[in-house]
DNA sequence: TGACAACTACTGGTGAACCCGTAGAATCAA
DNA sequence: TTGATTCTACGGGTTCACCAGTAGTTGTCA
């Protein structure tokens, strides 16, 4: 329901978040301080405070300290990133969208198989729905 | 080389020269106004001077109107806008991509044939380089 | 209870994307 | 040549992401 769009930043902040289930700023900054550039304190605890408004986030507090719990699923987030910038890029067009995706990749066997799994898998539902073969 | 980063809008003008090879402001102000929101033909004059700027697009004289060429090849920007939103997004984990970019979308026979002839290209490559099956 | 350490609230600044209007230049037709 | 039309140059305004400092609050511990 929640329209959520995460930022870059945002959505580092959130995977903190859904890793520990949750945590406090003083953990997420040390977390994404760790990974990538240095963060001030209050930098990060201004994000949560925009984070929150935009529904991202809730928090309670513990000692004196708040934190921070996640109010989206990562799942779902990553699925409308991920369909988010396929329309936007490509216009929805998947398999181009995939051609350029595994272009520069190179894939593990593990992954190639998986990645076939999930076309049998979809092959399962084409031959379900379009049993009559209408568009 | 040039290290391009489209944005939106810039994507959405891009598109319209790579389809066209090449078009003058009015014509990409007409193109966008009717797939989308109608901007003002200013706006996208004011695009496209920031685009030169970046190198982009290029733009020649003709009669009193400018005509804009892409200087970037539409195959290596989608290239590198997926791959960034790979790393970005899902640290670099394309299977878990692909699940998310797949589940939401119902995928035709002819893309899922696409999609196994691309995992076979893959599995070649793959046998080639990991003949003895380490990690 | 008092001082200190760590936290939060609030405010501001910067840069980029985005949008558009006005003024002036260029072109063309009458 | 002149007027209308259509273009470009330029400048400005808005919004948002991002970053951080200051001031005030809160909890803790001696």
Chains 1, 2 share one sequence.
């Not at 945002?10 to 953990?27: D, F, M, P, Y």
């Not at 890029?89 to 190639?112: C, P, R, T």
């Amino acid at each position: 329901m929640a329209d959520f769009d995460p930022t870059d930043r945002e959505l580092e902040a959130l995977k903190v978040l859904w890793e520990r289930g949750e945590a406090t700023v003083r953990e997420v900054c040390d977390a994404v301080s760790q990974t990538g550039e240095p963060l001030a304190y209050t930098t990060v605890l201004s994000l949560f405070q925009v984070m929150e408004q935009k529904g991202l986030v809730e928090h309670r507090k513990q000692g004196k300290a708040y934190v921070y719990r996640p109010l989206v699923e990562r799942k779902n987030t990553f699925r409308k990133l991920a369909g988010g910038f396929l329309d936007r890029v490509f216009d929805g067009a998947v398999d181009e969208y995939l051609v350029h995706a595994l272009e520069g990749k190179k894939l593990s066997a593990s992954e190639l198989d998986q990645l076939e799994a999930m076309i049998a898998k979809a092959r399962g539902k084409q031959s379900d729905k379009n049993k009559w073969g209408q568009q």
